[in-house]
Each structure stands twice: as structure tokens, then as C-alpha cells.
């Protein structure tokens, strides 16, 4: 098996440990990524088998990895309960090195994987703590206004942003879900009373479609107009959805999940709202249980396990209440007021 060359950004980390043991995480993130996974993932992964490298360059007698026992990694174990307040802290790095050994495994490298004898702390599932419909209001009405900018940047941003909305709080997409999202996976209603719906395909499963409210309809085909007009004025062609820009040209198809956050830590700045890409998927979620919609169907459109619980949204569905049909209310508002004023 080839070596790759080794890249790490602690040189002093690197000298102490075992020259072996970086070659073989090196290897292990090419697996990673032979498979598919995504940048940020390797980035997790790398940080997490980092606290590992940590813990061994502070051991006072070389600790040889292909040579791990349960009681060595218990130390470890120790050492992470002693570091982390989190259980979801721990649980991740112990994670990260059971799937290290299940490659040295796959690889004939060790023989077994005295990590999968350990038990991972369980994962916390924090409580929600959705955007307020007070706060999404006012959101809302602010990218109303600007979507009727007379700058024509301007108003694509807002439109954009309005898309953006609409896919998180009625559909409740992650910003990994929006990152790359095209626009042939939009699929608008063909009957009159059908939803639009957003087609989702994720790489560890079949793909699925989630609805949208009716409000997306209106606010879709006028964002694609005047999207396609800037395309073609700055003479560019992406087939991604969403795009990233400054406030005077499109630079480039496609919005990274961190450029998505940037989005929501300005309109938090601006109009002084509590909202973030989460707690508007959250809201999304409790509008969906307040609609009586089944458990499974939930689910499905939040891309999780038939196992995962619902329980902590449905212990705060009572304290709150969210709606729809103020978007589309105030969507064709702004419209008319806008079409007088002109």
C-alpha cells in the first residue's frame, strides 16, 4: 500500500508521535475521501483523531497503536471525560477512532478493534429553540421590501434570501441540503392544489421529496427571472440554485453552508432577530407537527431514521405557534404596494 505524503499544521505535535501512525491516518482520510465524503467532514475527522495525537504525545512512555489494548483505550477514554464537558464531544472523537481501527482492520493491519469494546457516550439531543414567528415576521418583511429594490443586485439577493427562507422554514433543509442544490430539483405543482416540492439526494440513501408551502410557487418563478437576467448580463451559466455574490456581481454558483451562515449572522446584526440556519429548520419542524403531520413523514422530509425521537419537539409544542399563511399574505401585499407606487 502506497504512503501518501504526510500533511500536518503541528510540527512539533508530528515529531513526537509515531511516524507510522500519521502515515496511516493519512491514508485513512484518502479513504474518506475515495468514498466521498465531503471536506468538512475530513476537517471534523482530522480535528477529532487530532485530541487522539494530543493525548498520545503527553503519554510519558511510547504507547505503540498497533499494539492497543481495552485498557490503553479506556485511558484514552478517561482522558476525554476528564477534557470534555460534552457528551457529544466525547462521543464524536471516540467515533472518529473506531472508524481509524475499522480501517486498520479492513486493511490487515490490526486484527481487531479494541475501540468497538468500548461504549460511546450517548448523544444529547439538546432542546429546540426555534425562531420566533415575531422574528421570522420581521425577516420576512425586510426581503420583501429589498426584493423591490430598484438596484437589480439588490433585489436578486433578496429574492435569493426569500427562496432561501422559504426552503428552510417549509421544507426544513439543512445548509449541506441548500449548498449545492440545483434548480431541476425544484419541482413545481402540475395540478392546481398540489405543493411544490424539493427533490433531495442524499448519498447514503434513496432520494425523496419534501413539500413546500404554496407561497414558494410565486417567489420561485420571479427569483428564476431575474436570476436568468443577471446570468446572462454577466454572461454565466451555473445550474445550482442558490449563488454566491457581493453586492454588484454574481461570482459563482452554488453557496457554501458557511456563506449561508454569514447570510443569517447579518440579518441577526441588522434587524437585531434570534435566528439562525437551525432554529428556522426547527421552527419548520414544530409548524409540521402543529399541522398534525405524521411522525414518519416528519422523518423522512428531515432525512433521519425511523428510530429518531420526536419527543423533545413535541414536549415544546405547546409554547409555540407558527403559520404559513402569512407569507403569501404579505408576498402578495408588498407586491400590489409596489405595483401602486410605480
Keep these: 500500500m502506497t504512503t501518501p505524503k504526510i500533511y500536518s499544521n503541528d510540527q512539533k505535535l508530528a515529531s513526537s508521535l509515531d511516524h507510522d501512525l500519521l502515515s496511516l491516518q493519512s491514508q485513512f482520510f484518502q479513504h ?55 457528551d457529544n464531544s466525547r462521543r464524536r472523537r471516540v467515533q472518529a477512532l473506531r472508524l481509524f481501527f475499522d480501517f486498520l482492520v479492513q486493511e490487515n493491519i490490526v486484527s481487531s478493534n479494541p475501540v468497538r469494546q468500548i461504549p460511546t457516550s450517548p448523544k444529547f439531543l439538546d432542546r429546540p429553540r426555534p425562531t420566533s414567528m415575531v422574528d421570522l415576521k420581521t425577516l420576512w418583511q425586510y426581503l420583501l421590501e429589498e426584493g423591490h429594490s430598484r438596484h437589480p443586485m439588490t433585489k436578486l439577493l433578496a429574492r435569493r434570501s426569500q427562496v432561501m427562507i422559504l426552503l428552510i422554514y417549509t421544507g426544513a433543509l439543512k445548509v449541506s441540503d441548500l449548498a449545492q442544490l440545483k434548480r431541476k430539483q425544484i419541482q413545481l405543482p402540475k395540478n392546481e392544489g398540489d405543493d411544490p416540492r424539493v427533490l433531495l439526494t442524499p448519498s447514503k440513501r434513496d432520494p425523496y421529496t419534501v413539500p413546500l408551502c404554496q407561497a414558494f410557487v410565486p417567489v420561485y418563478e420571479e427569483y428564476c427571472k431575474e436570476l436568468d437576467i443577471q446570468q446572462a448580463s454577466q454572461d454565466l451559466k451555473f445550474d445550482q440554485l442558490l449563488f454566491n455574490a457581493n453586492p454588484y456581481r454574481i461570482l459563482s454558483g452554488g453557496l457554501s453552508s458557511r456563506g449561508i451562515e454569514v447570510i443569517f449572522e447579518d440579518w441577526r446584526n441588522r434587524l437585531m432577530v434570534e435566528v439562525t440556519a437551525k432554529s428556522l429548520r426547527q421552527s419548520g419542524i414544530l409548524h409540521w407537527l402543529q399541522k398534525k403531520k405524521e411522525d414518519i413523514l416528519i422523518k423522512e422530509w428531515m432525512g433521519v431514521a425511523p428510530s429518531y425521537s420526536l419527543k423533545l419537539y413535541k414536549e415544546h409544542i405547546d409554547h409555540h405557534v407558527f403559520d404559513d399563511t402569512f407569507l403569501l399574505e404579505l408576498y402578495y401585499h408588498y407586491k400590489k404596494h409596489n405595483y401602486e407606487r410605480s
Design 32 to 86: 474518506l475521501r475515495q468514498k466521498g465524503r465531503s471536506a468538512n467532514t475530513l476537517k471534523n475527522y482530522k480535528t477529532d483523531l487530532q485530541c487522539f495525537n494530543t493525548y498520545l504525545s503527553r503519554e510519558k512512555s511510547p504507547l505503540n497503536v498497533l499494539k492497543m489494548d481495552i485498557p490503553q483505550v479506556q485511558l484514552y477514554g478517561d482522558y476525554l471525560q476528564n477534557k470534555y464537558n460534552s
